[in-house]
T-cell receptor, first 112, second 114 residues
Framework: GDSVTQMEGPVTLSEEAFLTINCTYT??????LFWYVQYPGEGLQLLLK?????DKGSNKGFEATYRKETTSFHLEKGSVQVSDSAVYFC???????????FGAGTRLFVKA | DAGVIQSPRHEVTEMGQEVTLRCKPI?????LFWYRQTMMRGLELLIY????????DSGMPEDRFSAKMPNASFSTLKIQPSEPRDSAVYFC????????????FGEGSRLTVL
């Protein structure tokens, strides 16, 4: 079945460092791909999305490109801030069963 | 616009007691999902509804768990009897069923079973 694998955390960075969180997926069809973010004590919220190959999703300085050839959707940010500390979830939307499949989540700590 | 509303935010109960968690989805959304989040198992889909009808409950762990959606603006997740291993954060999410599948989550209900 469909699945999402993302890098284990926690990831600890200093403020203004470059961030990459790797995500790869397995899917039989052509899923939509998402990054969700969960701040402490809150629910998940959509950070960015891409619906087809080579699409780039972007929001709040974060970017991710839908790479069909490598089945990847890596999250990047050029300069992280303390306020970016959160858990980040990569996810795919299976249009066939209308299920969203989440990765395990990667916790990011950003130090001042 | 109000988001997904869940209650209670925190629930502490004793083993064997009945627990009812409630969810009000975003108006106009026709899909509703219940997830459970734990450190050990991450985010698990328990059940989802489309137009108030349960579509897939394969993630419901046991018969102790049940979920209903009596109308488009309300859903419940019930655990009876509760056990310590049910301690988790339970999230409700809704979706409009558009082509992109974006989910809108509530803030969660943190359940502790002693």
């Amino acid at each position: 079945g469909d699945s999402v694998t993302q890098m284990e955390g926690p990831v600890t960075l200093s403020e203004e460092a470059f961030l990459t969180i790797n995500c790869t997926y397995t899917a039989t069809g052509y899923p939509s791909l998402f990054w969700y973010v969960q701040y402490p004590g809150e629910g998940l919220q959509l950070l960015l999305k891409a619906t087809k190959a080579d699409d780039k999703g972007s929001n709040k300085g974060f970017e991710a490109t839908y790479r069909k050839e490598t089945t990847s959707f890596h999250l990047e940010k050029g300069s992280v801030q303390v306020s970016d500390s959160a858990v980040y979830f990569c996810a795919l939307w299976d249009t066939g069963g209308f299920k969203t499949i989440f990765g395990a989540g990667t916790r990011l700590f950003v130090k001042a | 616009d109000a988001g997904v509303i869940q209650s209670p935010r925190h629930e502490v109960t004793e083993m064997g007691q009945e627990v009812t968690l409630r969810c009000k989805p975003i108006s106009g959304h026709d899909y509703l999902f219940w997830y459970r989040q734990t450190m050990m198992r991450g985010l698990e889909l328990l059940i989802y509804f489309n137009n108030n009808v349960p579509i897939d409950d394969s993630g419901m762990p046991e018969d102790r768990f049940s979920a209903k959606m009596p109308n488009a603006s309300f859903s419940t997740l019930k655990i009876q009897p509760s056990e310590p291993r049910d301690s988790a954060v339970y999230f409700c999410a809704s979706s409009s069923g558009t082509a992109t599948g974006e989910l809108f989550f509530g803030e969660g209900s943190r359940l502790t079973v002693l």
